[in-house]
């Protein structure tokens, strides 16, 4: 009669159609306050059996579980867009870009799977790797380092210390640089030994794969559709209180949702930053597992060239420590280079302030590197930060110093049976830092949930 009510989201709107009633004539007011306390306009909450926070990977991941068991659930993305830290570029090349997560790391996973049952077509990336080193691009290392991060009998010191130990001296920084930004670190912040450990347990195959298309369309086509009805975009939680019969969960907009149980899938930063509060406080010893996860600054840029005079990869530049080719599996002509920035180099070209001074940086360490060439050929390019996403602030996670051995597993534990957790910061097999370890943190607490 008088209200239009929009479910899941933040705000109930309330049209006004007979001027008679804004006299608030007494009787009408009753009347007009027990017709809307009926049907819901005045309803603080909405009572469903799951909350998904984050909808990402993970928590996409989750909700294709629960809609297949039939649950009530929804999930509250704080962003405008499903797929958190991964997105599609359109446009700038002949062929689709990964703004995010864009290599299939092993295809021994639930990713692959995925591809596998919907015949998604994925190469071999076979790039070869140079190095530039000491002024120079050389196809051979005076000395081998990359044993370095895979080293599980290392003590428990930083990448950084643990090649200065071994003898790698400081023209071996910016290689360090790159060996860390597999992990999306920077080497004085990456524990040599617990990454070493973590990648002891990888099982999803040793060769990377790119797509024809994108990561991104692996999720938002064959994950994302069934849940896609429950998702509620621009609603960054601020609380959850877990104190009561039901979960109390509090977005900014001021929305409260109630749920029997909560999956928590947001990074690592928002859980680090206190972004949520709970209630009651998380235990302590989850609070420090946080803390002893890293997820520094992360940043790509595409460079799009008239000729390709690059080629493969290149690791060792000082302003950014890996460089890709981002032709490799790809169907177009455009000729497109990858700038992969993690750490404190991500940090120094953040700092510059603007995308102009960050691509002008690069093809000057370009120019060094082929002669000119870069400058020559440049076309345009796309800077895509990731640290300067205000519900992500970064790249991935890994252990730092003094992280331990079951610091993920604390992290993802339940608590009181009603607060689960999942990401790839999450993950305990092995494989954080990938979009299959969200997507296997996603399956594992939808899971114990339906239990």
Request: aromatic letters at 12%; proline letters at 4%; glycine letters at 10%.
């Amino acid at each position: 009669m008088l209200a239009t009510r929009r479910q899941g989201g933040d705000e109930c709107v309330v049209k006004w159609r007979h001027r008679w009633i804004n006299r608030w004539n007494p009787v009408w007011v009753v009347i007009w306050f027990f017709v809307y306390s009926m049907t819901g306009c005045f309803a603080e909450s909405e009572s469903l059996d799951v909350l998904v926070v984050g909808a990402g990977a993970a928590g996409l991941y989750a909700g294709y579980e629960l809609e297949k068991a039939g649950v009530s659930y929804r999930v509250l993305e704080a962003s405008d867009r499903i797929g958190g830290r991964l997105g599609k570029l359109t446009g700038f090349a002949d062929y689709p870009l990964d703004l995010g997560a864009q290599w299939l790391h092993g295809n021994k996973s639930i990713a692959a799977d995925l591809c596998r049952e919907h015949k998604i077509p994925y190469k071999w990336d076979t790039s070869s790797v140079r190095f530039w080193f000491e002024g120079a691009m050389v196809k051979r290392l005076p000395r081998k380092p990359f044993g370095l991060g895979e080293d599980a009998s290392a003590p428990d010191v930083s990448l950084s210390e643990y090649a200065a130990a071994e003898g790698f001296g400081d023209e071996y920084g910016a290689i360090l640089d790159g060996i860390a930004s597999e992990s999306g670190a920077a080497p004085w912040d990456v524990s040599a030994k617990w990454a070493a450990v973590e990648g002891e347990q990888w099982s999803a195959g040793l060769r990377d794969f790119k797509f024809e298309d994108t990561y991104y369309d692996v999720v938002a086509n064959h994950i994302a559709p069934p849940v896609m009805d429950h998702v509620v975009l621009n609603s960054p939680v601020t609380a959850i209180d877990y104190s009561g019969a039901k979960v109390r969960v509090t977005t900014k907009g001021g929305a409260v949702y109630e749920a029997d149980r909560v999956i928590v899938a947001v990074p690592i930063t928002v859980l680090k930053d206190g972004d949520i509060a709970f209630t009651p406080p998380l235990p302590e010893a989850k609070r420090e597992a946080f803390q002893k996860l890293g997820m520094g600054p992360g940043m790509k840029v595409f460079l799009k060239f008239n000729e390709d005079f690059f080629g493969g990869y290149v690791i060792g530049g000082e302003v950014c420590a890996v460089y890709a080719d981002e032709t490799v599996g790809k169907k177009g002509d455009d000729h497109v280079m990858l700038a992969f920035i993690m750490g404190d180099q991500a940090a120094a070209l953040g700092a510059l302030g603007s995308d102009e001074a960050v691509v002008e940086a690069l093809l000057e360490e370009l120019d060094a590197m082929y002669e000119g060439e870069a400058t020559k050929q440049f076309l345009d390019a796309k800077v895509i930060n990731w640290t300067a996403e205000p519900y992500i602030r970064g790249a991935y996670s890994y252990p730092r110093v003094g992280a331990g051995r079951k610091v993920r597993a604390i992290a993802a534990a339940p608590v009181a049976d009603r607060i689960f957790f999942a990401g790839e910061a999450m993950n305990q097999n092995g494989h954080p830092a990938t979009v299959h370890g969200a997507m296997e943190t996603g399956l594992e607490a939808a899971q114990a949930v339906l239990k």
